[in-house]
């Protein structure tokens, strides 16, 4: 009911934004949502500076369809349940495109608000393959490869290179950790790696002891984690210290450096997929520039280059489109190829980027390598 609530709200009142907004603010209204403060906050921050710069360019050229770029930030944490409120504000603000969220379990939760009004919205980060998949969301599109393809990359890196026969899943229980943990079983078994162990943990709990003892107790040589760095950092620690040595293989929601600095000692050696590296791109060195020369020569985070990538692709169809009528955006994003720091690419049907991929990482020496 309270969905259908805001639902109702929104349709009353988005005609009236979209038809007067960008007349009223001569501005290009976008929102950046994701998790900006809370445990999550290092897989949000990063998305709003890569629009930030990218908006900044595109506005110093003279902007998009003539009007400059106005973004509108909201903090959805990562929880569904805030997300599907950040929706509602963010059209309620008048914006046209969504660059977020970053969490899959927050996107599925306001794809469906957006759908209503038409409003398109692209990820750098939320990797469910259902958000794609399904076909429900036909508004939704992604600058990163889906689960499927990150839980076979791992299960075949589990197989021929580290030489695993049996391995223990754990899961937070949660869209992401959960979808991952399921692809991961089925690509495990294609490689033949029995999984001995399957089971949800609790987030935020503070001792993962007994559920790693059954880890312990099944005989796994190794422990496959679908879920986030909270978590994982206490489970990596846990491990070491009852003595539990074996790899530690998780997802793009531990690869990141807030991971290996909560963490500390017990991140080494941990391996986690991501992102391919794109640091020989020129446009990715460029962004990487940017972000240093704003930010105090700072490193930029998690997602980075994906969502420099999201914010050149959306600007790039609005313009391509010569609209920002919704329906027009998702026309041009499938239909048109653009270059970003991850390469030139387009998106299919379903909305995912055609030609990014997975690579797998290893903490070595206190920073994450790509093998």
């Known amino acids: 009911m309270k969905k259908l609530l805001v639902v109702l ?44 710069l990218v908006a900044a360019d595109y506005n110093a050229n003279g902007g998009i369809l003539g009007m400059q770029i106005e973004l509108i930030i909201e903090d959805d944490v990562c929880k569904p349940e805030v997300a599907a409120n950040s929706a509602a504000k963010v059209i309620g603000d008048g914006v046209v495109a969504v660059i977020g969220h970053i ?7 306001a794809l469906g608000i957006y759908g209503e009004v038409g409003i398109p919205v692209i990820s750098s980060a939320a990797t469910s393959p259902p958000l794609t998949q ?5 508004n939704f599109f992604r600058t990163i490869a889906s689960d499927d393809a990150q839980a076979e990359l791992d299960a075949e890196f589990i197989a021929s290179k580290l030489g695993l026969r049996t391995v223990a899943v754990l899961h937070d229980k949660q869209d992401y950790g959960k979808g991952f943990a399921d692809f991961s079983v089925i690509s495990l078994e294609k490689f033949g790696v029995e999984v001995v162990l399957y089971e949800g943990i609790t987030v935020g709990a503070v001792d993962y002891s007994a559920v790693l003892n059954k880890v312990a107790n099944s005989g796994a040589e190794g422990l496959v984690y679908g879920g986030y760095h909270p978590e994982a950092s206490k489970l990596v620690q846990q ?6 040595d074996i790899p530690f293989i998780s997802d793009d929601g531990v690869k990141d450096d807030t991971f290996i600095s909560v963490a500390g000692e017990f991140a080494e050696g941990v391996y986690a997929s991501g992102p391919m590296d794109t640091s020989s791109n020129p446009m990715s060195q460029e962004a990487v520039a940017a972000h240093k020369a704003k930010w105090d020569n700072e490193e930029p985070g998690a997602f980075f280059i994906n969502a420099y990538a999201a914010a050149i692709a959306l600007f790039e169809a609005i313009e391509a489109a010569g609209s920002t009528d919704g329906a027009a955006i998702m026309d041009a994003l499938r239909a048109n190829s653009v270059d970003t720091p991850l390469g030139s690419i387009r998106f299919d049907e379903k909305g995912d980027a055609i030609g990014v991929g997975f690579a797998v990482y290893q903490v070595q020496n206190g920073a994450y390598v790509e093998l």
Request: charged share 15%; with cysteine; net charge negative.
């Open 134 to 138: 399904s076909g429900e969301y036909p």
């Open 239 to 244: 491990m070491s210290q009852m003595g539990l």
């Open 9 to 52: 709200v929104i349709l009353l009142t988005a005609g009236m934004l979209f038809a007067e907004g960008e007349k009223e603010s001569g501005t290009v209204k976008i929102a950046v949502v994701g998790p900006h403060s809370g445990d999550l906050a290092s897989y949000g921050i990063p998305t709003i500076k890569a629009a930030e």
């Open 103 to 109: 969490c899959s379990g927050a996107t599925k939760s």
